[in-house]
């Protein structure tokens, strides 16, 4: 009898552990449900940043994309694929693939207020793109000068070794101020800048960094001409490099959409919205306040050079 009872037992421990091995570790196939934050849309490929990590979801022609509508939310509106664009919010739900955080998205929603600022966002840094483009086609050009200065000067020098050799120091000064000359050209000067600090992991303004970029933007917008904000966006070591690039660049994005939304800078007066990710730490990473510190977006009100040199 005591036989019988100890089999019976090994039998249910064994039914037991074949029903919960399947909760151990995500397989393909299984259900995933979660949110967070479009970074980056490649075709039918979105990368979303959400508490738990990065995913990867992929949308096909089976995938509902949907919104709320009316005052109780419960109808929901169908919508075209394009309103996935980085910057937006949204709530996916669909079966994980063979790779992990890999997801084919079965139903996909948002809100209609979170894409309106994803749109300004991106309203915003295309033209701060193409604007950016036309600089360095500037730049370009300008080299393209330096560079012709510096070889006329070698050219001349090869012509003329033994005075080279009897003047070599004044002639090096004339390379050098002839190619800091070519190199000054459309320079800006920096008039005022402002640092707004981030919380570990968060890239939303508080009321005291707005104050301060409203301050910014005013006096920005007294000067008829010549001047340009520049908005870089930082993070610390904490975390991987991926994660922290896309972090600074949410960073430099709340900065921007703000001086849009709220403070009337026209977007052609701000340049560089960059995501410089880990680079260029103000302070070591190695300390609590060396990290607080180097989350960061640095703002700069830069002026050109001849409209400072005439105040």
Not at 162 to 184: G, L, W, Y
Not at 186 to 213: C, I, P, R, W
Not at 286 to 291: D, K, M, N, Q
Request: hydrophobic share 40%; net charge neutral.
């Amino acid at each position: 009898m005591f036989s019988k009872r100890i089999a019976i037992t090994a039998c249910l421990l064994v039914l037991f552990a074949l029903a919960v091995a399947p909760a151990f570790g995500a397989s393909s196939g299984d259900k995933v449900k979660n949110k967070g934050v479009i970074t980056l849309r490649t075709g039918d490929t979105l990368t979303v940043k959400t508490s738990e990590g990065v995913f990867t979801v992929t949308i096909n022609s089976d995938t509902k994309i949907q919104h709320p509508v009316g005052l109780t939310g419960m109808r929901k509106k169908d919508d075209s694929p394009d309103v996935l664009i980085p910057g937006l919010r949204m709530k996916f739900e669909g079966v994980s693939g063979a790779q992990e955080n890999q997801v084919t998205a079965a139903t996909i929603t948002f809100d209609e207020d979170d894409l309106s600022l994803a749109e300004v966002i991106q309203a915003g840094l295309n033209p701060m793109a193409q604007q950016q483009a036309r600089n360095m086609q500037t730049y370009a050009a300008n080299k393209a000068a330096t560079d012709a200065a510096i070889a006329a000067t070698k050219e001349e020098v090869a012509a003329t070794q033994q005075e080279v050799a009897a003047n070599k120091s004044q002639i090096d000064e004339v390379a050098t101020s002839t190619k800091k000359r070519f190199s000054e050209m459309g320079e800006f000067v920096t008039k005022d800048q402002y640092t707004v600090l981030f919380a570990n992991g968060q890239y939303g303004l508080t009321s005291e960094y707005k104050q301060g970029l409203a301050a910014i933007a005013k006096q920005a917008l007294a000067y008829p001409k010549g001047w340009v904000i520049s908005v870089a966006g930082y993070a610390d070591s904490v975390g991987t490099a991926a994660s922290n690039q896309v972090l600074s660049k949410q960073r430099a994005q709340a900065v921007v959409a703000y001086l849009l939304q709220d403070c009337g800078v026209p977007v052609g007066r701000i340049v560089a919205p960059g995501a410089m990710g880990e680079s260029n730490p103000v302070a070591s990473n190695e300390s609590a306040s060396g990290r607080a510190d180097n989350r960061r977006v640095d703002v700069k009100l830069l002026l050109n050079k001849g409209v400072a040199g005439g105040m």
